[in-house]
């Protein structure tokens, strides 16, 4: 008699991971020299696609492209194919197997492959067979995303879960261990005193997040009998063993994958390694989540041209603000941080794009020498205060009624032609919405 799966027990409340959009990981790629994607007509794979939160708003505002998701809980394989017929979605298919045994029912090779959520939620042996069938199904040039749970950060994150797995034990039904593990947490930001000594704050910041988190993320996060934590160099080494290497971090322009640009400089100056610099800079940053986008080895790496660069487009929700101690003017994002724009070129830029704001233009229809803004461009991209883009939704795209229904239905949320997520009521949180500092550049200061 096989194992029950702990996602048909509990499903896990899913939602759309706006740096998993093929355009996104195409235009990361891109701009670290990595392999460029088709982005006209193309395949997407999405492993353990759960209750398709994630692979159906792809689908449905990218009618140009195929979609397959897998998962091996029935339940969420179910609840997924009722969202494809509300949808009324051709361009899409999802199928109900084990990772193991998944390559059987795949036909054909993927232009990018999508595994959020998997790779260190499972035993190793599955985790083999996951690599092996990525490796095998990704084309040559494809783009592969697999995220994982980060050493040394999330070693805490671990101790928690040791605790309330130890708090939860003799509990059989995965629902009320998750409910008193959040119970306990709250007991536990209760009786520490904030404030006391630095160690009580991180545990009140970590309890508080089990407090905060949907019941289902609780006890598939903490309670799942697998979660395994990786150094960076460990998972590199796993990646290329399968012959996968890596191009750029999924959410490098958010504030999960944000690092001090003079960190690396002053590591290696300093000869401050560790095992590695990569596991160095994870140490210091107190890093608990990696987002790589690997392809198949070998990969060669090509800058962007000039040209390249040109087609992308530019976006902007930066207005104009009053002007503080400085001759230039002054631009505000929504999250509250300002963006002086020291040269002209820059400040008609922004003044024209604001109004368009969701759209965009080709960078090369709004600023007459590309090369001369580059460097700020990419800057302000990086620190998620515009937006480049390699494509844009058409106007069809936007009439999202079928889709709407089904999400607020499932989630009370609706997922944008953009694959972000917006909240249909203040329950619903974003991790991709939170705002973070950034350094200063030639055309743009903060």
């Not at 899913?14 to 740096?19: A, L, T």
């Not at 545990?203 to 979660?227: G, P, W």
């Not at 460990?234 to 063993?241: I, S």
């Not at 494509?391 to 709407?404: G, I, Q, V």
Request: net charge negative; glycine share 6%.
């Amino acid at each position: 008699m096989s194992t029950p799966n702990p996602y048909d027990e509990l499903p896990y409340r899913s939602f759309p991971i706006e740096w998993t959009a093929p355009e996104r990981l195409a235009l990361a790629s891109l701009l670290h020299g990595g392999p460029r994607q088709p982005l006209d007509s193309y395949r997407v794979l999405e492993l353990g696609c759960g209750d398709g939160a994630n692979l159906l708003p792809m689908a449905y505002y990218r009618r140009h492209a195929s979609f397959v998701g897998v998962d091996g809980a029935r339940s969420q394989i179910d609840v997924a194919k009722s969202g494809k017929s509300a949808s009324k979605l051709s361009n899409i298919e999802f199928i109900h197997s084990d990772f193991r045994t998944a390559d059987h029912h795949l036909d054909g090779n993927f232009d990018y492959i999508i595994a959020h959520g998997i790779f260190s939620w499972v035993p190793h042996d599955v985790r083999d067979a996951l690599l092996q069938l990525c490796a095998k199904r990704l084309r040559r040039g494809g783009l592969l995303y697999l995220n994982y749970n980060t050493k040394p950060g999330w070693n805490v994150r671990g101790m928690v879960r040791e605790f309330l797995l130890a708090q939860t034990a003799g509990m059989t039904k995965l629902p009320i261990r998750a409910q008193q593990a959040q119970e306990v947490a709250a007991k536990v930001v209760s009786s520490l005193t904030v404030g006391e000594h630095p160690y009580s704050q991180l545990m009140v910041n970590e309890f508080q997040f089990v407090c905060d988190n949907h019941v289902s993320y609780v006890a598939h996060e903490y309670l799942a009998s697998d979660n395994h934590p990786y150094w960076r160099s460990e998972f590199m080494a796993l990646a290329q063993h399968h012959g996968l290497e890596y191009v750029a971090d999924a959410d490098f322009n958010y504030s999960s994958g944000q690092i001090s640009d003079d960190i690396v400089p002053q590591l290696v100056e300093q000869q401050i390694t560790g095992r590695s610099l990569d596991d160095t800079v994870d140490f210091l940053c107190y890093r608990q989540l990696h987002t790589p986008i690997l392809t198949r080895s070998p990969l060669t790496r090509c800058p962007p041209s000039i040209e390249e660069f040109s087609n992308l487009l530019v976006a902007s929700c930066l207005t104009a603000c009053e002007q503080s101690g400085t001759q230039n003017s002054m631009f505000q994002h929504p999250s509250g941080y300002q963006v002086e724009a020291k040269e002209e070129v820059i400040r008609t830029a922004l003044e024209k794009l604001q109004p368009l704001w969701p759209r965009g233009l080709r960078i090369d229809r709004v600023f007459p020498d590309v090369r001369h803004v580059m460097d700020d461009l990419k800057l302000l991209h990086r620190n998620g205060l515009i937006e480049l883009r390699c494509t844009e939704p058409s106007d069809l795209e936007f009439h999202h009624d079928r889709l709407k229904r089904w999400e607020v239905e499932c989630g009370d949320y609706m997922t944008t032609p953009y694959h972000t997520l917006e909240a249909v009521s203040a329950s619903v949180a974003d991790e991709s919405t939170m705002s973070y500092p950034f350094p200063v550049a030639g055309g743009v200061q903060a």
